[in-house]
């Protein structure tokens, strides 16, 4: 067993954001670790720019060994598996083990799938971004039509990215498309779609993967071979089985200080973490970045903690895979080349600020 007095489980946003820090600033004591699934940490707001071809991989990603060493912070590449919450200690896929005397998770969230009936219907889930870039690499080399699960930011950035790559593209929305965005947003966006030939599906949740058909009930909705699924967070199960407090998705319950409800030896973050208020997307993950930065020092000096408070607006900028982008933030809306250029300027700062040399 190895023995950390910190582990940060997970290279989600917010621990690249306290690993910045430490490196840039003060590193709080102790024997400090990384876990992560792999070497590099993969930048979501990129991934359309990296399928229109705007992109090279290496632009999207983070590698993570010189941030570590910076920050004096060992890496554990691994996949963790489970979690012994009361004793903190952590079980991993190739069966090592590890605890710490405090732990914190920013390992945010699988794609939901609906039931499939029959293996006809080739499914890709957009989360891990390397297995699913592997995956859409493979698909490609004999495009095929494609359906799209998932009506949010993500789904609709990926539609635009992917349309002028396969023979027809539908797009499957549960409610409303791009729900929770404003009124204009959600006309810009409609308006992109059909200009690339995008069939998009509002209020039609898909309920069954059935051969090579996709179900709404009863109802036939869709008939190919390839569905590529951005349909959501869904809670790890692993996670949600641990012991945890959790809501009824199954994420991690903190309260202001970003602790768990039920062991506050154990911090959660991100899309893994549930706290009202703070939605599942990056931007909310990394202004948690240095709250838990400042709260993870504490406690392992024994200082009192401060609380994080979710900003109620956030800004949307949604790339439309031709170099622009849609903007919208509370009830304005705009769109063009230079919200593209405006979205890439702060994307590539996010990677360059966490780009250390080591
Ligand atoms: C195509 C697309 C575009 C998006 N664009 C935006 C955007 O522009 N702005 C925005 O705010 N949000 C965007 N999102 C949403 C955003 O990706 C997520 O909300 C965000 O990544 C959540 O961040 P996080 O820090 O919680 O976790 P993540 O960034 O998902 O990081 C979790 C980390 O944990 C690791 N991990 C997971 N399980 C394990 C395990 N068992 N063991 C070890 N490591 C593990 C993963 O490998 C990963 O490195 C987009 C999503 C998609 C799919």
Not at 87 to 102: I, T
């Amino acid at each position: 067993m190895n023995h950390y007095d910190l582990i940060l489980l997970g290279a989600g946003h917010a621990h690249l954001g306290v690993l910045r820090r430490w490196a840039l600033v003060e590193r709080p004591p102790g024997r400090i670790a990384l876990l992560s699934a792999g070497p590099q940490a993969w930048y979501s707001g990129m991934l359309p720019g990296l399928l229109a071809g705007r992109f090279a991989a290496e632009d999207c990603r983070i590698e993570l060994d010189p941030l570590c060493r910076a920050a004096k912070v060992e890496l554990l590449i691994g996949q963790a598996v489970g979690l012994e919450p009361a004793q903190r200690q952590v079980r991993l896929a190739d069966g090592r083990e590890l605890s710490g005397r405090w732990l914190s998770l920013n390992l945010g969230a699988e794609v939901a799938c609906p039931p499939q009936r029959g293996a006809a219907m080739q499914v890709l889930a957009v989360k891990p971004f390397a297995d699913f870039l592997a995956g859409w690499h493979a698909w490609q080399a004999e495009p095929q039509p494609l359906a799209i699960l998932g009506g949010g930011a993500a789904g609709v950035e990926l539609a635009l990215a992917l349309a002028g790559q396969v023979p027809e593209l539908s797009l499957f929305c549960a409610g409303q498309l791009l729900d929770g965005h404003n009124a204009g947003l959600h006309l810009r966006a409609w308006g992109h779609l059909r200009q690339r030939r995008v069939r998009v599906r509002e209020y039609c949740p898909v309920s069954l993967i059935d051969g090579e058909r996709l179900l709404s009930g009863a109802e036939p909705v869709w008939r190919g071979s390839r569905l590529l699924l951005a349909s959501g967070a869904r809670a790890l199960p692993w996670l949600a089985r641990s012991g945890l407090d959790c809501d009824e998705g199954g994420f991690v319950r903190i309260g202001a200080t970003l602790q768990s409800q039920s062991h506050a030896a154990i911090f959660a973050v991100g899309d893994c973490a549930s706290l009202p208020g703070a939605r599942k997307s990056g931007v909310y993950a990394v202004r948690q970045g240095p709250v838990l930065a400042a709260n993870l020092a504490a406690a392992l000096r024994g200082q009192p903690l401060r609380p994080y408070r979710p900003q109620r607006h956030s800004l949307a900028l949604l790339a439309t895979g031709d170099g622009g982008a849609l903007l919208g933030w509370r009830q304005w809306s705009a769109g063009g080349r230079f919200c593209g250029r405006w979205k890439d300027y702060l994307d590539q700062g996010f990677i360059r600020r966490h780009s250390l040399p080591g």
